[in-house]
C-alpha cells in the first residue's frame, strides 16, 4: 500500500509540474524580469546599424534583443531558441515590434533549414549574438529542473517536450553505466569527486533509488560528500552538486557539440565585415569560441588544441602553412572582456561570463 501511495504522489507531483511548465507558455513578455549580461558591451561590439538584420541565437528572455532594439530602433532581428518557453516569448515580442522581429523554434543545428525557409542566404547577415548556457528564466523556474536550489524534476531538457524521446537528467543517471558516468561528470563538468559521485549512483541503484527531483539528487551529492568545501569565485559558498548539475545539463543538450556546429554556421552566413559577439560562462564554452576565432576548426570538442599542424613546417612550404593555419575570423578585441564590478554586484550571475567579438 505504501508503494502504491508513493508512486500516486510521484505521478500528482509530475502533473503538477507538468501544468506549471504550461503556463509559462502564456506569461507576460513584459513582465519576464530579466538582467541580460553586459548589454551594452554587446551593443558596442556589434555595432547595428539602421536596417541591419542581425541574429540573436540564444534569445531567452530577450534582453539582449530588446537592448539592441532600443539602441537601434529599426533594427532586423532573428530571434533563435530552442526552450518553446522562450521561442514563446519571442512571439509575443514580435507582436510589439511587428515586421522587426522573426521567431524560430530550433537549435543551432537546426538553424540553416530554418533559414532556408526564409530565403535567408549564406554571407547575408550583419551581426551574430550568442549568450550560451543556462537562462536565467530556466534556472529560476524550478520546473524545468536546471536549479540546485529549487526542487522540482530532473529533467534539464532545454527543448522542454519537443523531442519526448531525448532523455532526461534523470534517465541518464539511471541507465548509465559507473564508467560512463564518471566521463559525463569529470569531462562537462570537470568534477574532481567525478568517480566517488558517480560510484555512490550505482550504489544507490541496488537500493532500487532512482533520482526523479533536482533536490533528492543535490542532498545525495551533499550526503557523500559531506567533508568537502567549496567557494564560488567571489568566495561564497558553492553548493558541492554544483559541476554535477552542470555536466548532466551540458550532456542532457548535447551543448558543446551544439555550440561547435553554431561556430561553423555563424561563420557561413555573416556577410564580409560582420560581427559575432559570444558570450560564455565556464571554459568548456569558451575554449571552443576561442578554437574558431584562432581558425582551428574543431572535430572533438573536449579534446585539447588539435596538433595536426605542429610538425607541418618540417617538410611543407612556411605560405602554404601560413595560409593553412589563418583564421577567417579578426578579433575586434584582442583581449576577452569581463563584466565591471558594477554589473557583478547588481548582477552575481554575471561573474564568470565573457564575452569574445570577432568579425
Known amino acids: 500500500m505504501r508503494c502504491s501511495s508513493v508512486r500516486l504522489f510521484s505521478c500528482v507531483k509530475r502533473l503538477f509540474h507538468q501544468q506549471k511548465y504550461s503556463t509559462l507558455l502564456n506569461g507576460d513578455v513584459k513582465a519576464i524580469p530579466h538582467c541580460p549580461v553586459m548589454a551594452s558591451e554587446t551593443v558596442c561590439y556589434l555595432k547595428p546599424s539602421d536596417g541591419d538584420l542581425v541574429i540573436d541565437m540564444t534569445f531567452g528572455a530577450g534582453g539582449h534583443t530588446k537592448h539592441l532594439l532600443e539602441f537601434c530602433p529599426s533594427l532586423r532581428i532573428i530571434a533563435l531558441d530552442r526552450d518553446p518557453v522562450a521561442f514563446s516569448y519571442a512571439q509575443k515580442l514580435a507582436d510589439l515590434y511587428p515586421n522587426q522581429i522573426t521567431p524560430l523554434l530550433g537549435k543551432f543545428s537546426e538553424l540553416p533549414a530554418l533559414l532556408a525557409k526564409l530565403s535567408i542566404k549564406q554571407n547575408s547577415v550583419d551581426g551574430i549574438l550568442f549568450d550560451f548556457g543556462c537562462s536565467s528564466m530556466q534556472f529560476d523556474v524550478a520546473e524545468r529542473g536546471f536549479s540546485i536550489s529549487k526542487d522540482g524534476p530532473l529533467d534539464m531538457r532545454m527543448d522542454g517536450d519537443r523531442f519526448p524521446n531525448t532523455p532526461t537528467a534523470s534517465d541518464v543517471l539511471a541507465m548509465s553505466d559507473e564508467e560512463d558516468l564518471i566521463k559525463i561528470f569529470k569531462v562537462y563538468g570537470e568534477e574532481k569527486l567525478a568517480k566517488k559521485i558517480a560510484r555512490g549512483i550505482i550504489e544507490a541503484r541496488y537500493t532500487f533509488k532512482t533520482f526523479r527531483s533536482t533536490r533528492e539528487l543535490a542532498d545525495f551529492i551533499s550526503g557523500i560528500c559531506d567533508k568537502d568545501y567549496r567557494l564560488d569565485k567571489m568566495q561564497r559558498n558553492a553548493h558541492i552538486a554544483t559541476k554535477v548539475f552542470q555536466a548532466l545539463r551540458i550532456f542532457v543538450n548535447n551543448e558543446l ?103
Open 257 to 359: 557539440n551544439e555550440i561547435n556546429y553554431a561556430m561553423i554556421v555563424a561563420q557561413k552566413y555573416l556577410k564580409v565585415g560582420g560581427r559575432m559577439v559570444t558570450i560564455c560562462f565556464h571554459s568548456l564554452e569558451d575554449t571552443i569560441v576561442k578554437r574558431h576565432i584562432a581558425g582551428h576548426t574543431v572535430d572533438n570538442t573536449v579534446s585539447k588544441l588539435p596538433q595536426k599542424y605542429i610538425n607541418y613546417a618540417k617538410s611543407h612550404d612556411l605560405e602554404a602553412v601560413e595560409e593553412v593555419l589563418a583564421s577567417p575570423w579578426s578579433m575586434i578585441h584582442r583581449h576577452v572582456i569581463t563584466p565591471t564590478e558594477d554589473e557583478v554586484s547588481l548582477n552575481p550571475r554575471s561573474r564568470s561570463a565573457k564575452l569574445r567579438a570577432a568579425v
